[in-house]
């Protein structure tokens, strides 16, 4: 009952900037939780960044400091800034869409809903 679109991907330059944006649409509620993964080539997938309804969120470590996750809940949608990117960051993005979780690892998940994933490319 909730779908998630996903926009922003593309190529870029290494140090260049990139914005992905995350819809959710359907039976949404004010309280929820949108986190962004990513899967890099030959990789497993990993965290990347989770916000909450209230605008807690977390950045996941080497990104910290590029990254800035934001979302505006008038829209129900989600974004991931991404500054000075570099070749490592190269990779399928997705986003996801979590029910309301408490405790020190809220932003683990599970997640309930996916994205299909947009392609951020960085070339060297």
């Known amino acids: 009952q909730v779908q998630l679109v996903e926009s922003g991907g593309g190529l870029v330059q290494a140090g260049g900037s990139l914005t992905l944006s995350c819809a959710a649409s359907g039976r949404t509620f004010s309280m929820y939780i949108m986190g962004w993964f990513r899967q890099a080539p030959g990789k497993e997938r990993e965290f990347v960044a989770a916000?909450?309804?209230?605008?807690?969120?977390t950045i996941y470590d080497p990104v910290k400091g590029r990254f800035t996750i934001s979302r505006d809940n008038a829209k129900n949608t989600v974004y991931l800034q991404m500054n000075s990117l570099k070749a490592e960051d190269t990779g399928v993005y997705y986003c996801a869409y979590s029910r309301p979780r408490y405790g020190s690892s809220w932003y683990k998940g599970p997640y309930d809903y996916w994205g299909q994933g947009t392609q951020v490319t960085v070339s060297s």
């Open positions: 916000i909450n309804w209230a605008g807690d969120n």
